[in-house]
Structure formats: C-alpha cells, structure tokens
C-alpha cells in the first residue's frame, strides 16, 4: 500500500538557519504530494503541493520538488524564523478514486532565536 | 468564505458511550474526510464522503462510522467508547479532483475518554 516516511524529529534551528525535513514516498501509479503545517492547538494547513514529476510546490519561503526518480518531496526553506516553528507533515494522495490522503509521521520544528 | 468548522472542539465521554461529532464544509465543497490524530499513530484516514455516498474508507473498526446529508454536512459517530479512542478528529473538505483540488482542515475535536 501507499505510504510516507519522513525524518524523526524534533528539528533544532535558530533562526535564519536553513532548513530540509527529508520525505520519501511508496506509492502506485503518480499521487500528488503535500506538504501540511500545524500550529499548537490548530489543525493541519495546506504549505505547498506538486502534482506531477519535477514540479516545484512553493509557499512562504518554502519549497520542495516531486522526485519521481528517488520517490522523494524534501522541504527546504533557505532562512527560518521563530514563527516557522510547527510540526510539518508530507502526505500522498492517490489520482482517483476521491480523497484518501496518506500522512507521514511529522517532524516538529523549533527555531531559536 | 466561512472554513471547516466543527463542533464540538472539546469532549469528554467515559468508556462505552457513544459520542457524534459534526463538521460543517466549506460552501460548494462536496468531499468530506476525516481522520483520526493521536501521538502514537498519527494521522490516519476514517473515511470520505461525496454527494452523501461513502467513497473512501480506512482500516477502522465498524464502530467508527459516518454520513453525509444533502447540505454536504457530514457526521462521525463512534460506538463503545474505548479509552484509544482519544484523539484529535479532523475533518477536511474539498470539491472533487485530487488531482487539482485542495483539502481544507478544520480545527479539529478533541475527544477525551476516561
């Protein structure tokens, strides 16, 4: 079946470091690939997505790659601040079928100042 | 545009209840998901629903079930309460294609089983 397998945390910065949170994906067929945000205490925010091989989703700063070759969808963000502290999450969702979106385990952020 | 909303944010059932938590989509949205969010397991998928016919499901037990009404407001009913079963509930709406639609995530119910 479908899965995501993105780095253990926490992730350790200060602030205006640079930043990757490695995601690797298994998967049939081409899915679309995510990248979600959680603030404490709120739900999960849609960062950035990429929908084919070599698309780059950006938002915010961020970005990150649909690597059909390596099955990969790194976040990279070149200078964080203290407000990108969060836990981030990589997810998969199939083409068809209607929505069935798959989460990795999340990786939580802190960023010092 | 109003988001997802959902009520109640917060409940507290004791074990063997029951308990129906309800999420409101976006207007014009007419895919419900939810997911179930606890530290061990994460996030994973319940179920979706579109145009009132549930279209995806995830590997729960039967207790865990759901619906969706002709407004696109859909609900998520859990039987016999166990103490596992404490967790954020999110609920996401969308309009059709994943391929080039977007899911939006309320803010969640936290339930709490004691």
């Known amino acids: 079946g479908n899965s995501v397998t993105q780095m253990e945390g926490p992730v350790t910065l200060s602030e205006e470091a640079f930043l990757t949170i490695n995601c690797t994906y298994t998967a049939t067929g081409y899915p679309s690939l995510f990248w979600y945000v959680q603030y404490p205490g709120e739900g999960l925010q849609l960062l950035l997505k990429a929908t084919k091989a070599d698309d780059k989703g950006s938002n915010k700063g961020f970005e990150a790659t649909y690597r059909k070759e390596t099955t990969s969808f790194h976040l990279e963000k070149g200078s964080v601040q203290v407000s990108d502290s969060a836990v981030y999450f990589c997810?998969?969702?199939?083409?068809?079928?209607?929505?069935?979106?798959?989460f990795g385990a999340g990786t939580r952020l802190f960023v010092k100042a | 545009k109003a988001g997802v909303t959902q009520t109640p944010r917060y409940l507290i059932k004791t074990r063997g209840q029951q308990v129906t938590l309800s999420c409101s989509p976006i207007s014009g949205h007419r895919s419900v998901s939810w997911y179930q969010q606890t530290p061990g397991q994460g996030l994973q998928f319940l179920f979706e629903y579109f145009s009132e016919t549930q279209r995806n499901k995830g590997n729960f037990p039967g207790r865990f079930s759901g619906r969706q009404f002709s407004n696109s407001r859909s609900e998520m009913n859990v039987s016999t309460l166990e103490l596992g079963d404490s967790a954020l509930y999110l609920c996401?709406?969308?309009?059709?294609?994943?391929?080039?639609?977007?899911?939006?995530f309320g803010p969640g119910t936290r339930l709490t089983v004691l």
């Open positions: 996401a709406s969308s309009q059709d294609n994943p391929s080039t639609d977007t899911q939006y």
């Open positions: 997810a998969l969702s199939d083409r068809g079928g209607g929505f069935k979106t798959i």
